[in-house]
């Protein structure tokens, strides 16, 4: 299996910007998704392949790979942005691997 | 609008069958691939499998020998059967879309809560 490593947690102030982490060895090779799940709800995804949007996630979302680490960068973070993020690669187009998940806090 | 909505008991005895079904409406189940993830209660996601439209399945290696899922396009159902289970196979279970075998898993359903205990 491949591991992906995320922060347990991050802060960020209201308006700031957030930079959530995904690690995992020369995961720059691999497509990264990001899925937003707030609490008692359902994954969302808000980033694919890397860097790119679904439709209805607004543009203060966006992601990058590069090396060993993926991030996702939430601009102008609002109240409504605090949830558990996760990173998602697949391993061989057979296994789908998972980040620990990082619990985003806006201040 | 794809939805998609997991059923099937919310208690299961330990060393039981566990049995989930996933009804896809708003759409085909043709072209698609159809997963299985789970998190147990404050925990983080694991992906439990998923079988093709055609029938071709691929498991988790952790779960493997206990796990089988399969297809009803006829029904535009997908099923989830886990065997021998214990506390540890208590979470919340949701079904997933997606576009082929390594795509973004794009449409999750709500999620079933299943708790093993007897």
């Known amino acids: 299996s491949y591991d992906l490593t995320q922060p347990l947690s991050v802060s960020v102030a209201l308006g700031q910007t957030a930079r959530l982490t995904c690690g995992g060895n020369n995961i720059v090779h691999k497509n990264v998704q990001w899925y937003q799940q707030k609490p008692g709800q359902a994954p969302v995804m808000v980033i694919y392949t890397d860097k790119n949007r679904p439709s209805g996630i607004p543009e203060r ?3 990058s790979n590069s090396g060993n680490t993926a991030t996702l960068t939430i601009t102008r973070a609002q109240a409504g942005d605090e949830a558990d993020y996760y990173c998602q690669v697949w391993d061989s187009s057979t296994y789908v691997g998972f980040g620990g998940g990082t619990r985003l806090t806006v201040l | ?39 147990p209660p404050g925990k983080g996601l694991e992906w439990i499998g998923y079988i093709s439209y055609s029938g071709s399945a691929n498991y988790n290696a952790s779960l493997r020998s206990r796990v089988t899922i399969s297809v009803d396009t006829s029904k535009n159902q997908f099923s989830l059967n886990l065997r021998s289970v214990t506390a ?20 999750w359903g709500q999620g079933t809560l299943v708790t093993v205990s007897s």
Do not use: I, N
């Open chain 1, 61 to 63: 979302f966006s992601g």
């Open chain 2, 1 to 39: 609008q794809v939805q998609l909505q997991e059923s099937g008991p919310g208690l299961v005895k330990p060393s039981e069958t566990l049995s989930l079904t996933c009804t896809v409406s708003g759409g085909s189940m043709s072209s698609f691939y159809w997963s299985w993830v789970r998190q």
């Open chain 2, 88 to 107: 540890a196979d208590t979470a919340v279970y949701y079904c997933v879309r997606h576009g082929w075998s390594s795509a973004p898993l794009d449409y």
